[in-house]
């Protein structure tokens, strides 16, 4: 079973929907749970963090944590056409430096 | 301020050859990170310095793999001999300090081997 399962989709939606973006992952010592924004021939940007459960919104993007279930969502409200590209979750444990990504899931929001 | 900055961008080289790729991390970035990503695959870590010292290196592959840090500034990370399966995209990022949000990524080299 893989540490951190992602849907690499792609998913294409119109400008102006809702998109949920989602991972489910097995290894309980994780405590940070991240998303990453990657452009094509870019390198990953952080995008939103969460530490253990709960939500966090910055903007238009909310990111939640269910540790009880482990699985992890970002939404993008509003979505634009500059919010196509990849989104990946990454994972952390406590004390730990490695992230453990997902594989990332393709976004395209069509104008 | 600089990003992470790795060179090439882009290589093309034969199975059997040699490559170093390299990676110069924000100035005063302590940490230094390694990862890859092999084609349908997730993001891996390869390995950490601190400094100019190895902390982790649990996620290098096999001895084909040598990763330097010289005096704690740039990193080196030398494949030889080359296989097939060491095709992919390889990261470099760098923190100042501890935990997750230091993390600035490079945009990469990707490596093709033939």
């Not at chain 1, 079973?1 to 989709?9: I, L, R, S, T, W």
């Not at chain 2, 990170?33 to 100019?52: A, D």
């Amino acid at each position: 079973q893989k540490e951190v399962e992602q849907d690499p989709g792609p998913l294409s939606v119109p400008e102006g929907a809702i998109v949920s973006l989602n991972c489910t992952y097995s290894n309980s010592a994780f405590q940070y749970f991240m998303w990453y924004r990657q452009y094509s021939r870019k390198g990953p940007e952080l995008l939103m963090y969460t530490y253990s459960s709960g939500n966090k919104e910055d903007g238009r993007f909310t990111a939640q944590v269910d540790k009880s279930s482990k699985y992890i969502s970002l939404f993008i409200r509003d979505s634009q056409p500059s919010d196509s590209a990849t989104y990946l979750c990454a994972m952390q444990g406590a004390g730990s430096y490695q992230l453990t990504f997902g594989k990332g899931t393709k976004l395209s929001v069509i104008p | 301020e600089a990003g992470v900055t790795q060179f090439p961008s882009h290589s093309v080289i034969e199975k059997g050859q040699t490559v170093t790729l390299r990676c110069d991390p924000i100035s005063g970035h302590d940490n230094l990170y390694w990862y890859r990503r092999v084609m349908g695959k997730e993001i891996k870590f390869l390995l950490h310095f601190v400094k100019e010292s190895k902390q982790d290196e649990s996620g290098m592959p096999n001895n084909r793999f040598l990763a330097e840090r010289t005096g704690g500034t740039y990193s080196t990370l030398k494949v030889q001999p080359a296989e097939l399966e060491d095709s992919g995209v390889y990261f470099c990022a760098s923190s100042q300090g501890r935990g997750f949000y230091g993390y600035t990524f490079g945009s990469g080299t990707r490596l093709t081997v033939v």
